[in-house]
């Protein structure tokens, strides 16, 4: 999965929208909650929002 975390990086130094990388940074999460890293600090953080 470091692959795929490295692809968004990527995408969020290239899109300097806001947008872009308020998405880039959700699926950056997310990828983070696939890999178990930080499975309870993104449900708290979706928990707080």
Not at 1 to 7: F, L, P, S, V, W
Not at 13 to 28: F, H, L, W, Y
Not at 29 to 46: C, D, F, I
């Amino acid at each position: 999965m470091a692959g795929t975390n490295q692809e968004i990086t990527v995408v969020v130094i290239e899109g300097t929208a806001p947008d872009v990388q308020q998405a880039c940074s959700e699926k950056t999460r997310l990828a983070a909650l696939v890999e178990g890293k930080s499975s309870l600090p993104l449900w708290h953080h979706r928990n707080h929002t």
